[in-house]
């Protein structure tokens, strides 16, 4: 694996590999873990914080998330709005949650680790493989022909910002 830090939006991580790219985003939050959990895990909350995301349903009613649950992702840029079929991939309480976005393949999640001097290190990623096809959707499908990659990069940063203000104050 090869990582190569670049000046992203927000500074956000961007690892290559043969298979696919990682970018991450993490931020130190003064908070309790379990309400960070509640937060990152329930999709039905997501849109207070993804300048993205407006919210998710359950495909089957669901007290909390689960493995291979599966739920629907509403969306909206500007005048442009669409839903994502997603599977919940990880799940590990209190620590990691991760869903894949079938439409297009790519996966999105959020750790919670210890901080060094306390609160809690948010960490949230998005994965997607490498293909031609798929680096052009993503690259090139955000609103009126903006770059969608750097729309996505710059909303990890965003959603760590408006968890973090909402716990802190």
Known sequence: ????????????????????????????VSAPREQLWDMVSDITRMGRF???NRTGWW?????????????????RIGPVIWVTPC???????GRH??????????????????????GVKVTEYREWPRSAFLYKVLRW???FGR??????????HRSLQRIKETTEG
């Open 1 to 28: 694996m090869v990582k190569n830090l670049l000046r992203r939006p927000a500074e956000v991580l961007r690892t290559e590999t043969a298979a696919g790219v990682r970018d991450e985003y993490s931020l130190r």
């Open 50 to 52: 993804s300048p993205e």
């Open 59 to 75: 495909l089957k009613p669901s007290a909390v998330p689960a493995v291979n649950s599966w739920f629907v992702g509403f969306n």
């Open 87 to 93: 599977r919940v991939t990880a799940l590990e309480p």
């Open 97 to 118: 949650f991760e869903f894949k976005v079938y439409l297009v393949g790519t996966i999105w999640g959020y750790y919670l680790d210890p901080a060094e001097d306390g």
């Open 141 to 143: 499908s955000g609103p």
């Open 147 to 156: 770059p969608r990659d750097i729309l996505a990069l710059e909303g990890l």
